[in-house]
């Protein structure tokens, strides 16, 4: 039954695929917290959500806080990551200054890996209280892959109502220009530098 439970948790993600690229870049973009409901036969459940999105579209970290009421009742904490990390190390969940909790990989697939614990009203108090989560993982060459989430807006989103379809493609567009922008940015970037360097040459 647990098996099955985190396939459903983790087909809320959605949105943008992941890569498997082991190459994970620290200058994410997000369109913040929302909470998504969607009925599943008996069971109905309701995900309190953040993606951090590299300028490649990749998601790099996903928060997941989701309600499962029906058939089966459970409250999960997921954090997933890209594929190709280290399992034994878990996920490290840092808010603040508190000290780091550790969440144990519970299973990859070909796109993600996913660590998660039960979640409880403490846990969500926590997120409440705070203005930013580090969380980390560790890829296969074992070098640490931390990602700084805003707090700002958590409480409203897992509190208030479900986003209407029509505000997440709104969300999602926002998104996408933001992206488009900052690559359009690094390649100009990208293009200054090539030019000072073939001007560095011609003058030697």
Same mark, same amino acid.
């Given at each position: 039954?647990?098996?099955? !439970? ?11 695929? *992941?890569? /498997?690229?082991? /190459? ?20 109905? !459940? ?6 951090? %999105? ?5 998601? !790099?970290? /996903?928060?997941?806080?989701?309600? !499962? ?16 990390? *280290?399992?034994p190390p878990g996920v490290s969940m840092k %808010? ?6 550790v969440i144990p990989m519970t299973f990859c ?6 660590? +998660? ?5 403490? *846990? %969500?108090e926590v997120l409440k209280s705070g203005s930013?989560?580090? %969380? ?13 989430? /805003? ?7 897992? +509190? ?16 996408? +220009? ?5 690559? +359009? ?8 530098? *090539? ?10």
């Amino acid at each position: 039954m647990k098996n099955i !439970i985190q396939i459903t948790v983790t087909g809320l993600i959605g949105g943008i695929l *992941l890569s /498997s690229s082991p /190459s994970i870049a620290q200058d994410a973009t997000s369109n913040g917290w929302y909470k998504a409901c969607n009925d599943q036969g008996d069971t109905k !459940i309701c995900n309190t959500q953040y993606q951090a %999105v590299a300028s490649t579209g990749q998601v !790099i970290t /996903s928060i997941n806080l989701a309600d !499962i009421k029906g058939a089966v009742n459970r409250r999960v904490f997921q954090v997933t990551v890209p594929t190709d990390r *280290l399992i034994p190390p878990g996920v490290s969940m840092k %808010v603040d200054d508190k000290k780091p909790t550790v969440i144990p990989m519970t299973f990859c697939t070909p796109r993600i890996c996913a660590a +998660e614990v039960d979640l409880d009203d403490k *846990l %969500v108090e926590v997120l409440k209280s705070g203005s930013t989560m580090e %969380v980390t993982s560790t890829n296969f060459q074992g070098k640490a892959n931390p990602i700084n989430i /805003s707090l700002n807006g958590f409480g409203a989103a897992y +509190e208030g109502a479900p986003i209407k379809q029509a505000d997440l493609v709104a969300r999602q567009k926002a998104l996408e +220009e933001q992206l488009k922008q900052k690559a +359009e940015s690094a390649q100009s970037e990208l293009q200054k530098a *090539l030019d000072a360097a073939k001007e560095q040459g011609a003058a030697q």
